[in-house]
Nanobody, 120 residues
Framework: QVQLVESGGGLVQAGGSLRLSCTAS????????VGWFRQAPGKEREFVAA????????LYADSMKGRFTIFREDAPNTVYLQMNSLKPDDTAVYYC?????????????WGQGTQVTVSS
């Protein structure tokens, strides 16, 4: 099994930035792709961004390109989502997800989610 823990959500004004982090533990070797989804109130969960663990490939939803960046740094098994120029429409619960395949289509593992609220 793989456990995913998100952090970094919060309240920010429109135009501001937030950085979310997702740390994976357990049998992470089972997964090839890690990424983010979000779900706004009353809406379907939607794909945000994903990357292969080795960082060779990244994928973004069209509406997030240029504003959001998924990346890794030195922390082991940790992926970040840098969100800039945030809009009220970005308000949602953001979920980290991991999948054994690439590209990310049907994640096998999910985190509990972290709330992001963007005020106007």
């Amino acid at each position: 099994q793989v456990q995913l823990v998100e952090s970094g959500g919060g309240l920010v004004q429109a135009g501001g930035s937030l950085r979310l982090s997702c740390t994976a533990s357990g049998h992470t070797f089972l997964t090839r792709t890690v990424g983010w989804f979000r779900q706004a109130p009353g809406k379907e969960r939607e794909f945000v961004a994903a990357m292969t663990w080795n960082g060779a490939t990244t994928l973004y939803a069209d509406s997030m390109k240029g504003r959001f960046t998924i990346f890794r740094e030195d922390a082991p098994n940790t992926v970040y989502l840098q969100m800039n120029s945030l809009k009220p429409d970005d308000t949602a619960v953001y979920y980290c997800a991991a999948e054994t395949r690439y590209p990310m289509t049907t994640p096998d593992y999910w985190g509990q989610g972290t709330q992001v609220t963007v005020s106007s």
